[in-house]
């Protein structure tokens, strides 16, 4: 009598490609969704070289791989290697998320709901309505903007150092009433409920020049980065009394659980994973 399941069957394989990838937090946080939702599954950190993109997902697809996670530099390289794009993909403009399906390679990017998810659910930090201001206008914003918007804020204003790339990517969103784009000065002195910092610039130990008046005591500043101590970015808003000061480890998390989602069809409880990847930083 057969057995329902296979357990002398290689578990399904998954991955997360970039370069550099030796710091990748995304093999611990998808063992552990493995691990609560009872699944079968190899997650490891594939390091890329430059022009090695597409014989890397290829070797992965022919070794029976099932799906891949893509971060810096290949998000672009992504998006325009797979055969199919989710809507949130094109928005975006980038692929974080590949799925082999039928001989199909389909894209996907989770960025920006993963974002949005640990706003609402993890911070109650609702947007529908709000006031928001994001700085920088590279990738990692474009990426976020679409499942934002959706949220219905009152306005977004993305500020950058060049002015015109914040413009650039504001009219891509043709949403002239709800979002637009200025440079730093241009913020002057109004306030937001809600700041994002979508710099590089806490990796460098740096602060973009935003004027402390965009602070109020309702304000929540989030920081897309993380570490173990507060990034330059949070020190400055608890400075100046906002709310509530959020680093991005719990957009990491969700992100990864919306690409475990559309992998197994099921969604991992992310609230203890956040708070086990936080205590091994």
């Known amino acids: 009598m057969s057995s329902l399941f296979d357990f002398d069957a290689k578990p399904d394989a998954y991955a ?32 890329v070289d430059a022009g090695g993109f597409e014989q890397a997902v290829g070797n992965f697809r022919a070794s029976g791989g099932k799906g891949l996670n893509i971060t810096v530099p290949f998000k672009q390289e992504a998006w325009k290697f797979v055969d199919e794009r989710s809507e949130r ?75 015109e790339k914040a413009l650039t990517l504001a009219n891509e969103f043709n949403r ?42 309702n304000t929540c500043c989030y920081d897309m980065m993380y570490g173990k101590m507060p990034t330059v970015f949070m020190a400055w808003a608890s400075k100046h009394g906002a709310l509530k000061v959020l680093d991005g480890l719990g957009m990491l998390v969700e992100q990864a659980a919306e690409s475990f989602f559309i992998w197994r069809g099921i969604r991992p409880d992310t609230r203890e994973v956040i708070a086990s990847v936080k205590a091994a930083l």
Do not use: W
Not at 26 to 34: D, G, K, R
Not at 183 to 211: E, H, K, M, Y
């Open 89 to 163: 993909a094109v928005q975006a403009g980038a692929v974080n998320t590949i799925s082999f399906d039928d001989g199909c390679c389909i894209g996907d990017n989770t960025d920006g709901v993963g974002l949005v998810r640990d706003l609402i659910e993890n911070h109650s930090v609702g947007l529908a309505g709000k006031r928001i201001l994001i700085l920088g206008a590279g990738g990692a914003v474009r990426g976020v903007l679409g499942p934002m918007l959706a949220q219905q804020p009152s306005k977004i204003v993305i500020a950058n150092r060049t002015e």
């Open 16 to 47: 997360v490609m970039g370069n550099p990838i030796s710091h990748s937090k995304s093999p611990l946080i998808h063992a552990a969704f493995a691990r609560q939702t009872q699944q079968r599954l190899d997650y490891s950190a594939i390091q």
């Open 176 to 217: 002239r009433d709800q979002l637009r784009g200025c440079g730093f000065p241009a913020i002057d002195d109004q306030s937001f409920d809600l700041i994002i910092n979508g710099t590089a610039a806490s990796l460098r130990g740096d602060l973009p020049p935003v004027p402390a008046t965009a602070i109020s005591n």
